[in-house]
T-cell receptor, first 116, second 115 residues
Framework: AQTVTQSQPEMSVQEAETVTLSCTYD???????LFWYKQPPSRQMILVIR??????QNATENRFSVNFQKAAKSFSLKISDSQLGDTAMYFC?????????????FGKGTKLSVKP | KAGVTQTPRYLIKTRGQQVTLSCSPI?????VSWYQQTPGQGLQFLFE???????NKGNFPGRFSGRQFSNSRSEMNVSTLELGDSALYLC??????????????FGNGTRLTVT
């Protein structure tokens, strides 16, 4: 069975600074996908970024980028130039290839606070 | 285009009662998934429907059930409510059944409190 671990329950960062959220996972699968979701106080989960395990190049979406280390089973999220609107819960998620996005395995989340 | 709509937003029920939650997916989306979110267990997958058929089911007791209608709207039902069923229930829709390139779009959830 796959597991996803986020070791930082809470983090804070000053506005405009950079912060990195950690995620490790355990799987025996070789082909899979990884995701970061954001859940602001509105409760709606929003996809931030996604990575295909067979692609060595790290995914980037504007201020968000990942550091994917397949051998170490690590998938960290870096937020550059943090903004107040980045304040939210961040969840790392795993999906095996051939699986379904409707059946994601989520970590317990990291609560990020961006301070002015 | 309207997003995923979940109703009601808040619900208070008593132990032993049953409850039905509703989810209207984004127009054109054919897949609907349900998740339970609690502080202790985090986000846990309940089930996934595609074209009115349950395609995947999580590890929940039979008291949790769901269905999908021909217009892709979905309902989930919890019977004989227990205190531990208190949670945020999230619905998500996608264009196709869970491919990598068919991302999930989540609703705002229904907050269920069981007293």
């Amino acid at each position: 069975a796959q597991t996803v671990t986020q070791s930082q329950p809470e983090m804070s960062v000053q506005e405009a600074e950079t912060v990195t959220l950690s995620c490790t996972y355990d799987t025996s699968e070789n082909n899979y996908y990884l995701f970061w979701y954001k859940q602001p106080p509105s409760r709606q989960m929003i996809l931030v970024i996604r990575q295909e395990a067979y692609k060595q190049q790290n995914a980037t979406e504007n201020r968000f980028s990942v550091n994917f280390q397949k051998a170490a089973k690590s998938f960290s999220l870096k937020i550059s130039d943090s903004q107040l609107g980045d304040t939210a819960m961040y969840f790392c998620a795993f999906m095996k290839r051939g699986g379904s996005q409707g059946n994601l395995i989520f970590g317990k989340g990291t609560k990020l606070s961006v301070k002015p | 285009k309207a997003g995923v709509t979940q109703t009601p937003r808040y619900l208070i029920k008593t132990r032993g009662q049953q409850v039905t939650l509703s989810c209207s997916p984004i127009s054109g989306h054919r897949s609907v998934s349900w998740y339970q979110q609690t502080p202790g267990q985090g986000l846990q997958f309940l089930f996934e429907y595609f074209s009115e058929t349950q395609r995947n089911k999580g590890n929940f007791p039979g008291r949790f059930s769901g269905r999908q209608f021909s217009n892709s709207r979905s309902e989930m039902n919890v019977s004989t409510l227990e205190l531990g069923d208190s949670a945020l229930y999230l619905c998500a829709s996608s264009l196709e059944q869970g491919t990598y390139n068919s991302p999930l779009h989540f609703g705002n959830g229904t907050r269920l409190t069981v007293t």
